[in-house]
């Protein structure tokens, strides 16, 4: 009986790149496995060495192209490969545009089991660069001075930089300039391991229409006379910094802000504008990186709810209200839920900014704050989600179908979880009518996407 070849860690075989996954990778097969092999594009054959061997796939890095596609290019960073924040920049951006489109439909169809629903093509960026409003960065001692980068996919190894193409210059400017004050005044990094050290990110935001920066020094509880000194020559040397603020996370932990914060100059917030709004932005609020795409993304999201004045809207996981604002302008009213407590505050701070008085915000997990306003027989008219990554909690979800509301839109940053979220309401009676991909993040795997949701049962 002939033995079909088994593929080790080590072989070198030849591929033709058919498509990508969700991580960005070339997809290829191999005597009918799958193997993912990073940096290539479709159309191309490679040669690649295998890394490892799973039941139903492998992992391979590339070796050497045999045959190159017309579609690749150049990318402009130099660390792209180590980094693997952009796995998209070797690729012309319309193709990009083409695959998010391509990633978006085969989760409806692989993992939602989601059929006869219209994707539309992915609204992309006219200049798909130094788009980002926000940099989080690690920091690390390499021979004997601090520098400021970003981890390694997969790994804790830091990959040192400040001049990250998907970021607006003048945050990789100050970046550089918060690196050289850091290391002029000699302040230790932390290490988890030992629990000794103190500075441990830092995250850069800035307000893409008002220009203002924030600069937040995140460090361990160890004593940090110098702060106010180094805040001070920040905004001397960089007067656009409007806020300089420490936060102290003393735990082991990978989670990045601690809860105690302390203003060392400046302002405790700043703004930025989504269309006609004003958003007041503290350290640890969730605003949308790309605030150029944002606007068209919740323009998308106010069509899709069709609303006429008389709704009563239900915006799930609402942030700072963000969406809640955009809602209100068409809604009766507006009501918005959101497990951050300092979120839900800020939220109702930029209400009255905006002189908004149709929207209310309640703080709590939707998984219990959902199923309780179900059982009291709620009945929004439409319902908003635009959940983290990870999707919705099904008890949440299932709270949101109980209620019966004509219409859901549905927001993610995730097709994978989204389509399992579109499976699960399918199945109690929501139709998915229409999906519009939205290029949050140009150069990388990710995609946003905007999902109207038609109730059946009452349609």
Known sequence: MSREKVMSPGDEVKLIINSVNH?????GKYQGMAVFVPFTVPGEEVLTKIRSVKKNFAQGELVRI?????????????VFET??????????YDLQLELKKQLVED??????????VAVRPVIGMEIPWGYRNKAQFQVDMIDGRIKLGFFEEGSH?????????????????????????????????????????????VVIRKGWFTSKVMVVLITSGEK?????????????????????????????????????????AGQSTITDHIGKYVF????????????????????????????????????????????????????RRVIGYEESPQAVRDAGANAKINKVTNVEFVSGKAEDRLPRLAERGYRPDVVVVDPPRQGIDKKALQAISDMQP??????????????????????????????????MFPQTSHVECVVLMSNVKNG
């Open 224 to 264: 940090f006379p110098e702060a106010f000194i180094i805040a001070r020559e920040l905004r001397a040397k960089v007067p656009v910094v409007a806020s300089v603020i420490r936060n102290i996370n003393p735990k082991p932990t990978r989670q990045v802000f601690g809860r105690e914060s302390q203003l060392l």
């Open 23 to 27: 991580q960005g990778e070339g997809v």
């Open 66 to 78: 045999l045959s190159s596609s017309e579609r690749r290019i150049e990318p402009r960073c130099p």
């Open 157 to 201: 190894v830091l990959v040192p930089t400040t001049d990250c193409h998907l970021l607006d210059a003048q945050v990789s400017g100050i970046a550089s300039v918060v690196e050289s004050l850091m290391n002029k005044f000699g302040l230790s990094v932390y290490d988890r391991e030992k629990g000794q050290g103190l500075l441990r990110h």
């Open 406 to 439: 004509q219409r859901m839109v549905y927001i993610s940053c995730d097709p994978g979880t989204m389509a399992r979220d579109l499976q699960f309401l399918s199945h109690r009676g929501y139709r998915a009518i229409e999906v519009q991909p939205v290029d």
């Open 280 to 331: 007041a932005i503290s350290p640890e609020s969730f605003f949308q990186v790309n605030p150029q795409q944002t606007e068209i993304l919740y323009k998308k999201a106010l069509e899709y709810a069709a609303l006429t004045g008389e709704e009563t809207v239900l915006d799930v996981f609402c942030g700072i209200g963000t969406i809640s604002l955009f809602l209100a302008e068409k809604a």
């Open 107 to 116: 989760s409806l169809k692989r993992i939602g089991r989601i059929t006869g």
């Open 83 to 92: 980094c693997g924040g952009s796995k998209f920049q070797h690729m012309d």
